[in-house]
């Protein structure tokens, strides 16, 4: 049987790693990670770099927000999820094509340090102005999610707590094929801006809440 996760856990992405943020201190003997790989299952693997002492990433190549990008730019998105909600700052290229900018629905990442179509570059300079750590982050209690998502400007809070859909949740934390989910979950994870769907298949957008950057209330 096909795995639900198609090929996209395979997808490679390259990172380079730091220990630090400013780049004159990264330079110094001891800070440099080297560049890391990332196979399989994200969270962990990010897990493991904050652990090791990663601070900073940098990805290379430039990342496509919109609809039609190939399996790399998803999981790069991904990745720069994982890393954001590690507290992890990551210096990246934005790219689209189309002018849909990612439609917002990326502006609670790690602003890019460029965004590639936005001529003017009040696009990226907004996003940058908006961002904060737990911009739409996302808790688990005992038989519900909590998301709480200010990327609208104001906070919107949402409840899940049907079990469908909070199976769906766990299997979209690392993306799987859009067509293993149903079709009702899926309209309504859509309709609520809390999944991305790319390339085939759809990945869960919220940031994992693994400790309050504020007072609670305050996110």
Do not use: K, N
Request: with cysteine; proline share 6%; net charge neutral.
């Amino acid at each position: 049987m096909p795995s639900p996760r198609g090929d996209f856990g395979a997808t490679v992405v390259e990172v380079e790693l730091s220990r630090d943020y400013d780049p004159a201190a990264a330079r110094l003997p001891g800070m440099a990670l080297g560049t890391h790989r990332l196979v399989g299952p994200c969270g962990g693997t990010v897990a493991g770099w904050y652990a090791a002492g990663a601070r900073h990433a940098r990805l290379a190549h430039p990342v496509d927000l919109c609809a039609d990008a190939d399996a790399r730019a998803a999981r790069s998105l991904l990745l720069v999820r994982e890393l954001t909600a590690r507290g992890i700052a990551v210096d990246w290229t934005a790219r689209c094509r189309d002018g849909c900018h990612g439609g917002d629905l990326f502006t609670h990442l790690c602003p890019p340090s460029r965004l590639d179509g936005d001529a003017t570059g009040t696009v990226a300079a907004r996003w940058r102005a908006a961002f904060f750590l737990g911009r739409c982050v996302y808790r688990r209690g005992p038989g519900f999610v909590e998301v709480r998502d200010r990327r609208s400007g104001a906070l919107e809070v949402v409840t899940i707590d049907e079990p469908g859909h909070l199976a769906a949740i766990e299997t979209l934390a690392e993306g799987v094929v859009a067509t293993a989910v149903p079709a009702d979950v899926r309209r309504d994870l859509v309709g609520a801006h809390l999944v991305a769907e790319q390339a085939g298949h759809l990945w869960w957008l919220p940031t994992r809440a693994h400790r309050w950057p504020f007072p609670a209330l305050i996110v």
